[in-house]
């Protein structure tokens, strides 16, 4: 149910809403589930709502960067290459970094 409110709030790009929602959620799901593909689209919602803010702090897209990297091997790992979660991280990752790219020039 946390994930398809935080899409929603995404989608209307209600970013702080969507990190107020998830960042307390992420580790208990991490604790209980692991890193099945649930808690991996919960975390990619939330790397997405940070590097989406026009109001990322360089430290937001830092840790944008650094979640969707620690994420996409295991997605690797648990979904498979070609599972649309696993690209569809890979290509947040790239938008992640092209963001803080910009940022840092």
Do not use: W
Not at 54 to 75: K, R, W
């Amino acid at each position: 149910a946390a994930n398809n409110c935080a899409l929603t709030l995404l989608n209307y790009q209600r970013f702080e809403e969507t990190k107020s929602l998830l960042r307390p959620v992420i580790p208990v799901a991490r604790r209980v589930l692991r890193d099945d593909q649930v808690t991996l689209r919960m975390r990619s919602i939330y790397a997405m709502a940070l590097y989406s803010d026009a109001g990322a702090t360089l430290d937001d897209l830092n840790e944008a960067v650094t979640t969707l990297e620690e994420m996409e091997p295991t997605a690797r790992r648990v979904l498979g290459g070609t599972h649309p979660l696993t690209t569809g991280i890979e290509r947040a990752l790239r938008r992640a970094r092209a963001a803080l790219k910009a940022r840092k020039e």
